[in-house]
């Protein structure tokens, strides 16, 4: 069984409930019925019902619960609660009010109040504005200070990483993180890691230099967040700063870092920017053919997903997948 046929066995068992808050997009719809007939969530579509069933035309979506944001009888709680939330950040009732007949905020409200257990979007709307609900009330987990985002990417016919399975971050939420937060990104990286492989995680701090080949502010501040993972979480196997080719390349590694236990063998990949990240992952997943599945986010309290835009169905049921996995690692 493949990783991914496995994450979706695995979610058959946590029996949680998972929205989706672009229910007029026709992979959407897709998704929610692949996610009910196979059992892998209860699933709640946010949007008009006639215009979601309309979208549906002969998709089965008898199984899915349809909440029309604008219509719903909850409108006035999560009004309500998000005023309470943000007013000391200037919320007034009126602003609550409106923000929450958007579905990502109404679904993000569902999450923070604990009707859902997780929620997943980004098909139609961009990651920042998926996300910015979710910093905003949700909020990160306890002792967690930056939120990121992970790949999980399965590349066929290639023997690096855990045979051609490697987790790639940041790719989706922090711009320019300095070496503090790349620290903490590879380390809430390895907990993703371990959350959905069984093998142990090696990472690679990523760089345009491999131990001191170049000297430039940019390689500073990947050595300087090496050395901080090195400090916070000693258990971990991490080296850096080094270039992909020896991260993942044995017969690289052996000239570049003859001395390093995870150059050569690296799993986990921390790009030093949101440009690398970014372009990182849409590269591999073009050019080699990779399922991208994510970006699943890191270090939130409750488990909110975003998508890429260019998604198919079978992407926002793998998310969704991996939603109800974090749900139930969180104890939601
Ligand atoms: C995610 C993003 C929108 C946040 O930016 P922002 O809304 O300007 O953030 P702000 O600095 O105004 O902060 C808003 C709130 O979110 C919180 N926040 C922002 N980034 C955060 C992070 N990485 N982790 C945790 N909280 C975060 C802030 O603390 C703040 O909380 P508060 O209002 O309770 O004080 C921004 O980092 C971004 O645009 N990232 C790139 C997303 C993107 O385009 N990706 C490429 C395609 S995938
Ligand atoms: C993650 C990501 O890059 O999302 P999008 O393609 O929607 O910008």
Redesign the pocket.
């Known amino acids: 069984m493949d990783l991914i046929q496995k994450i979706r066995e695995r979610a058959k068992s946590t029996n949680k409930t998972i929205v989706l808050a672009e229910g007029v997009d026709e992979r959407v719809v897709r998704a929610a019925s692949v996610i009910c007939e196979e059992k892998l969530a209860d699933v709640v579509l946010l949007g008009n019902e006639n215009k979601i069933r309309a979208v549906a035309a002969d998709t089965d979506i008898s199984g899915v619960e349809i909440v029309d944001p604008v219509a719903s009888p909850k409108a006035e709680e999560y009004t309500a609660l998000l005023y309470e939330l943000r007013k000391d ?1 200037g919320m007034t009732e009126e602003k609550a009010r409106e923000l929450v007949k958007d579905p990502i905020w109404f679904g993000t409200m569902m999450v923070k109040a604990g009707d859902v257990d997780g929620m997943v979007a980004g098909a139609v709307t ?3 504005d998926v ?2 609900p979710a ?2 009330v949700v909020k ?1 987990a306890p002792g967690v200070s ?3 985002s992970a790949f999980m990417m399965v590349v066929p016919d290639c023997e690096y990483g855990a045979n051609g399975v490697m987790l790639f971050a940041d790719c ?4 320019n993180p300095d070496a503090q937060q790349l620290a903490e990104i590879a380390i809430a990286s390895s907990r993703t890691w371990k959350a959905l492989m069984d093998e142990e995680p090696y990472i690679a701090m990523l760089s345009f230099s491999t131990r001191g080949s170049a000297q430039h502010e940019l390689v500073e501040k990947v050595m300087e967040a090496t050395r901080i993972v090195k400090e916070k979480a000693p258990e971990l196997k991490v080296d850096g700063e080094l270039q992909a080719d020896a991260a993942l390349v044995p017969k690289v590694a052996k000239t570049k870092a003859p001395d390093s236990q995870v150059a050569g063998r690296a799993n986990i990949l921390i790009f030093p920017d ?1 440009n690398a990240g ?1 372009i990182g992952y849409k590269l591999v997943q073009r050019l080699a053919k990779a399922e991208a599945v994510g ?1 699943i986010s890191q ?1 939130l309290a409750k488990p909110i997903n975003d998508l890429s835009r260019g998604c198919s169905a079978e992407d926002i049921v793998n998310v969704a997948a991996i939603t109800a996995l974090q749900a139930a690692s969180m104890n939601i």
């Open positions: 950040k961009a990651t920042a996300f910015r910093f905003q990160t930056v939120v990121s989706a939420i922090n711009p949101l970014n970006p270090g």
